[in-house]
């Protein structure tokens, strides 16, 4: 295994970072944070433009072709700007999924659209309970013709609102747990799909409600073959959390150099803050965790990219570990800055929710050590 990153990766990651400062700067992100859509279409073009939304779409449908482990470098740079809108539910969840197990005559009509930014997709997994365990999904599917019958309702769908196809997960009626699941591609302009945005503590990840009313869907949409769905959901999940992890340290290394330069130049008593070691000793930590999730999660992208044994531990490890880290970094860098930290006028509370909601997508970190104990067999 290479520890390091390729001469391309590194400059992707530089040319992401340039991209972005230019074009979401945290007006931008507040401004999208307003609008109704929560993200603006004339950015979604520019970022089709550069290939990214195609980066992990194969070439014969019009991607980049390239691993996951580019992708997450990409992600580690989105997460420093709290880039807003559909990108991870399109491109790190719908996308691969689709390339993973969907039939060839889906992959041809849904990957070129993606990669070109004519389309977007997402999962809609949660229900009442909203656990993200196998046994919470109560969705029947039943047979209707040749295809499905689909009556119930989904919650927290991220960016239902402005995707064009949702990836549904339901179950053949009087199966459990894991066995009966199946992944169905449902046209989000059916007129038996309603969608309702949430109100949400993170404006910037828009979650809604989506109410399926006889929703018929024929057996083409079908991802997979009927039951695989436990397995098509395991691998999406291994996917997203290690994706999530890498969005997570790099707000989190955000946060850090804001709070570092923050501490150069506020002073009290006639010195700078960092010159104290109460400062210095937040600073330090918050050092050692967004290394340490950094760590984790390029380990987690490349279990994942390589279809390593250990990718779901590792993606659960990295998952539990990124989260616990964003959520105190951020928590800390509203404390060093004090109390302009704890107002609407400062950014520190943007990176804060966005640490939250990071935080209990696809599991908390309590969540996933208990995958990881079951994993291990403990």
């Excluded at 609008?35 to 014969?60: N, T, Y």
Aim: hydrophobic letters at 45%.
């Amino acid at each position: 295994m290479n520890f390091g990153f390729t001469e391309d990766q590194e400059l992707l990651r530089r040319a992401a970072r340039d991209f972005l400062a230019r074009e979401c700067p945290m007006a931008h992100v507040r401004r999208m944070m307003e609008d109704a859509r929560g993200f603006d279409d004339a950015q979604w073009a520019k970022m089709a433009e550069l290939g990214w939304l195609g980066l992990a779409i194969p070439e014969a449908h019009g991607g980049a072709g390239l691993g996951f482990v580019d992708l997450v470098v990409l992600l580690e740079e989105m997460g420093r700007v709290v880039l807003p809108g559909p990108f991870f539910s399109t491109a790190v969840v719908a996308a691969p999924t689709l390339a993973d197990a969907a039939s060839p005559s889906l992959q041809a009509e849904w990957l070129p659209k993606i990669a070109a930014g004519r389309a977007r997709g997402t999962l809609a997994l949660l229900e009442r309970s909203a656990r993200w365990d196998l046994d919470a999904i109560a969705l029947e599917l039943h047979p209707d013709g040749g295809g499905y019958r689909l009556s119930g309702t989904k919650l927290l769908v991220p960016d239902a609102h402005t995707a064009d196809f949702l990836l549904v997960a339901g179950r053949a009626p009087g199966s459990s747990g894991a066995d009966g699941l199946s992944v169905l591609l449902v046209d989000a302009a059916d007129p038996g799909v309603r969608t309702t945005p949430l109100e949400t503590m993170d404006q910037t990840r828009r979650l809604a409600e989506v109410q399926l009313r006889d929703v018929t869907v024929p057996k083409s949409r079908l991802i997979g073959e009927p039951g695989e769905g436990a397995a098509i959901l395991g691998r999406l999940a291994t996917r997203a959390k290690a994706g999530l992890a890498a969005e997570m340290c790099g707000g989190a290394a955000r946060v850090l150099d804001i709070c570092v330069d923050y501490a150069k130049v506020r002073e009290q008593f006639g010195r700078p803050i960092g010159s104290f070691q109460a400062i210095q000793h937040k600073c330090a930590t918050m050092l050692v965790e967004v290394e340490s999730a950094r760590s984790a999660a390029y380990y987690a992208a490349w279990a994942v990219g390589s279809d390593a044994p250990d990718a779901a531990l590792a993606a659960a490890m990295a998952k539990a570990y990124a989260s616990d880290a964003f959520r105190h970094v951020a928590a800390e860098g509203i404390q060093i800055h004090g109390g302009i930290g704890f107002t609407w006028e400062h950014d520190m509370h943007v990176y804060f929710k966005r640490a939250k909601s990071s935080e209990v997508s696809f599991g908390d970190a309590a969540w996933n050590r208990d995958v990881v104990a079951r994993l291990i067999g403990l």
